[in-house]
């Protein structure tokens, strides 16, 4: 953990009024969005859940939500996203009931929380499943992990997709052309996301990435579906001026480097993860001494006590 490359952390406040501001327009570019979270429920056929209560961090627009709701038709979701205009917008999405669901009161039970992951705004281990479709990219994963074990039951599961450090490293080598100031977000390593689930207090996280490449025919295509996502540059350190016609010049033809086939790529590393929380999560303070929560206290007693009663004649 060490060693661990810190990412510059886009600022909150600024997060969120980038994807307030695309909530209208964000469908009409998150197709990369879309199949990467296709992918991840392909990934969870293969583990048996039940879960009572959901949690997904970043709802956005709410095709996540969508698919929660039509995989796991009994369970309680609750959908969070930071900037509230992409909460109003998913809710607006949710499909009408059917008459049979009215009467018989068969509806998934659906909540939309305005709130930062960072700070997840539920009790302690009151949830069993944690889904997060591209959203730790732009949060503290440390801060996000601990927040995810903290309101996960035992044995209850986080999953989720990021972007890893190769993630758009052609427009990044391009902006550098131009100027020394940080035009792209920077993304955490996928070894190094499993070493903070770790140290967060989760159990054997599994970790894998695949590399996507999006190809189109002009740099100013790929950076309007960007900002049409939310996505352009809210980095502390970034030029708020105006790109003018001359630096503008200099990085269509840094671009142009890259094209291949008459295309120009875009490169995106996926990273895909999950994590248990165990019966009984290792902690340890400062100095070294070993932390368990009450509720786990309370849960190593009541074992206790059944293993002694088990035990008499």
């Not at 600024?14 to 209208?24: K, L, N, W, Y």
């Not at 996928?190 to 054997?204: I, R, Y």
């Not at 309007?224 to 003018?244: C, F, S, T, Y």
Request: with cysteine; net charge negative; glycine share 8%.
């Amino acid at each position: 953990m060490e060693n661990a490359r810190r990412p510059i952390l886009p600022l909150s406040r600024e997060v969120r009024r980038s994807f307030d501001q695309a909530a209208a327009s964000y469908d009409e570019h998150a197709y990369l969005q879309r199949e990467i979270a296709d992918r991840l429920f392909e990934r969870l056929e293969y583990i048996k859940l039940a879960p009572e209560r959901i949690l997904e961090l970043g709802c956005g627009t709410g095709y996540v939500t969508q698919k929660l709701l039509a995989h796991f038709p009994e369970s309680s979701v609750a959908a969070l996203d930071l900037a509230d205009g992409m909460c109003r917008y998913a809710q607006q999405q949710l499909p009408r009931p059917t008459m049979m669901a009215r009467l018989f009161g068969k509806r998934a039970s659906t909540s939309f929380v305005c709130a930062n992951a960072e700070q997840i705004p539920f009790a302690d281990e009151s949830i069993d499943f944690v889904i997060s479709n591209l959203t730790l990219q732009w949060c503290d994963v440390e801060k996000v992990s601990a927040e995810a074990l903290r309101v996960l039951k035992p044995n209850g599961l986080f999953m989720f997709t990021s972007f890893g450090p190769d993630t758009l490293g052609e427009l990044r080598a391009a902006f550098r052309r131009v100027d020394d100031k940080p035009h792209v977000n920077t993304f955490v390593d996928m070894h190094d996301v499993g070493d903070m689930l770790l140290a967060a207090g989760f159990s054997d996280p599994v970790m894998d990435q695949e590399t996507i490449t999006i190809t189109y025919s002009e740099l100013e295509t790929l950076l309007r579906e960007l900002k049409g996502i939310g996505a352009h540059n809210v980095l502390p350190q970034r030029d708020n001026g105006l790109m003018g016609k001359g630096r503008w010049q200099a990085l269509v033809a840094a671009y142009e480097h890259f094209r291949t086939d008459g295309k120009l790529p875009a490169t995106y590393e996926v990273v895909y993860g999950h994590a248990w929380k165990p019966e009984f999560s290792k902690r340890k303070t400062v100095d070294g001494q070993q932390a368990i929560s009450l509720g786990e206290f309370k849960r190593m007693a009541r074992m206790g006590r059944s293993d002694n009663d088990g035990g008499r004649t």
